[in-house]
């Protein structure tokens, strides 16, 4: 009788042992996947941040070429009685390229209104207004598309 009750004593505290022991595994598994969950997050946020200064950095870089791409403008303006013409043959091709209409200064209903200077800075703006427009548009859809 004392066997048989040391026996069971004994496989008790062997279940005991078993189930702390399979406790704490687990324990230590959840405490390991947490870890890894978080060092996921941690890695996924630094990614996020990263990606969104190369997006600053693409952005300013198109952003610098369509202010280049509008130097020549600036160039003949120094002398706008001499080069308006040529000026306005540019406006023409721009807004051309871009799909919108432009309205030669004499032909405007502003002339008489508004100086060479003016109609320049106006037009010159509005070029690059909706080039930067139209480049943030298609940056915004690229870094939407790819998260």
């Not at 687990?26 to 630094?46: C, G, K, P, R």
């Not at 309205?103 to 508004?114: F, V």
């Not at 109609?119 to 139209?134: G, M």
């Amino acid at each position: 009788m004392k066997t048989l009750s040391l026996s069971i004593i004994l496989t008790f505290v062997s279940l005991l042992s078993a189930h702390a022991q399979n406790n704490i595994t687990q324990e230590a598994f959840d405490v390991y996947w947490n870890s890894l969950s978080e060092d996921n997050n941690i890695y996924s946020q630094q990614k996020i941040e990263q990606e969104k200064q190369e997006i600053q950095k693409i952005r300013k870089l198109i952003q610098e070429s369509i202010r280049q791409e509008l130097q020549e403008v600036r160039e003949l303006s120094s002398d706008l009685i001499t080069n308006f013409a040529v000026i306005e043959d540019l406006f023409n091709q721009e807004f051309q390229k871009l799909g919108l209409s432009y309205t030669h200064y004499a032909n405007s209903k502003q002339k008489h209104d508004i100086a060479l200077e003016s109609w320049v800075d106006e037009h010159t703006n509005q070029i690059l207004k909706y080039k930067l427009s139209h480049a943030e548009e298609e940056i915004s859809n690229f870094y939407d598309r790819n998260h």
